[in-house]
């Protein structure tokens, strides 16, 4: 399902295609954040033609919540309940359990968890997540792991990663044991863990690649750990991964992240950041990001770049954009998701030219401290 | 500027054609409210392209507060500022010092008021209503009033028709001797008071017709009286209004308050009926309305119109719909907010369809019950 076209010359950057029943995408690749079967404040016709998102990515733990399964199963599965036609990644709720649910114990069977919204008892297997996932029919589905939070010991950190190794071994069976419920394939994705140690973050790239997961995610960073920190591990994991598998690095990040990460051999992103962001009026540029809240844009009436291909830099104002904003106006909101998305995507489009004519590494440095500064 | 096309034969419904600089408008026209210079959770390209609204409406008390008429005037006035290159009216914030500001006091000079946002003092006359407009530069604007509450007493209606005359005659002299800011034309509708009392409506009607505003507007009405009043009074008026200029019929209304208002020879409306209540789950369709919130659609797994031409109707299944209103997420509020305007323009566009080819009269009656139904 993954065709690795070209490795760059002096980065570990890839160019890849990832085959799915609901289309080819091309890595490196951001996958726009769909928490709730929406990519918040973003038509799915928008996100097509003027994102030109190729995947996105819908949450387990939400969507097992609000609407529950039987609603989307009877809705014929998340691609039918939602009309969206392209892929669709969807994570297996061990993040969300970690960062949002309370009273959560971690037990040999599975995560038990309250939801964070009426406080009812559930509880997430390896193999009760593979079913969920049937359920919602993602063309890539994520094996259950714990998403151990940092600072944390060595200790916890390896038998963390020990339990999340039994989860993925018994979550893989799960899915090799177990059938689509559509007319369309699954495949499964791996989780490397490991904290922030080498050691452990190298025998959970070995081990789960064992598994022979049809993908590989590193998980367990950009929980708070600093960046540099973020990148040596993602460069080590990387080192240990088979080539011939697409890699995913969970949750990750802010645009000069993505650079940094892709030269370091990393196929696939998510992140809410594009979009919340958006919502609190930051804006996303190829010469560093804005704060459309800022007095500065108040009397400021040309557009932002009439050479960017969205509404927001080319049609409107900055003094509109800014009264919108100022406003609560649910147009302010649309116009800026859309904008950061379509940078974002705009931005993977920049990357897979550059690898495939051999200037990523003179430029992605540059571009990233460039991209990282506030205007 | 307006040429009326068409009277109907049995009832007394206009077809007209009203010319702007900005474009004409065929009549009878619905104008989507953009309180602040956006029609909340639509995009201008959408109101052209998928709603095909002709005009729109924007508020003078709320824009004169945020951003405030210099930052307006800096973009280069309303259109500019927001990217709108078709007709807008502005209202004269008469009804907005009636309804939302705090110790609102009415002098002969003009209405002081505090605003709703912070307090701060400020004074409207029926010069200085005009000077905003003319900063604004709106296509049509409107003349300074009072708008009386309901009930209120023949006494008070009496005297507060008689300032808003007062104010109407300064207001239009203001105008006679002002240019407009930008290099197109403005027009200055006025408007009729009278409460709910016959003899004060048609000596109302006939002050305003004397003082030769280009278009007339129907004030003081759908403030809480009966609606078989609020017919009665727009009945009494148009009879006495030229014939050979726009009416306008204030804040109004529901589907079904338009079939009725437009047989009673009224050809424009404003309300923010459409948005708000898109925006708490009211859908409204050519069969009645629905509340998208109920639990009846939780498991409708199709969607609600297929020959409707909204992705409301067409795209997305009830089922999903209803979960984007139980979960707050923006995309409901979009695809609500859309599909009710563009309904609301679909079916002035009926409305004009029926009364050119005669067949208004047969049908309008029996589809304002319909429409006034709830599904």
Redesign the interface.
Known sequence: MFELKKTASSTKARLGLLKTDHGNIKTPIFMPVGT???V??????ELVKKVKAQIILANTYHLYL??GCD?IE???GLH????WDLPILTDSGGYQIFSLSDNRELKEKGAHFKSHLDGSKHLFTPENVVDIQRALGSDIMMALDECPPYPCSYEYAGESMKLTHRWEKRGREAFLNTEPKYRHKQVQFGIVQGGIFEDLRKESAKYVTDLDFEGIAIGGLSVGEPTELMYEMTDLNTDYLPKDKPRYLMGVGNPANLLHSIARGIDMFDCVMPTRNARNGQIFTRNGYINIMNAKW??H?VPLDPDFPT?LCQ???M??IH??F??N???G???ASLHNLTFYLWLMREVRNRIANDTFYSWYKDRAEIMDRKI
Do not use: W
């Open positions: 709730l079967a929406s918040k404040a973003v038509k799915q016709d609000r609407p609603i009877a809705a014929g039918s309940f939602m009309s108040k009397n009436n509404d049609k409107y104002k003094s509109y009264h919108l100022r406003n106006e649910i147009l909101l649309e116009l």
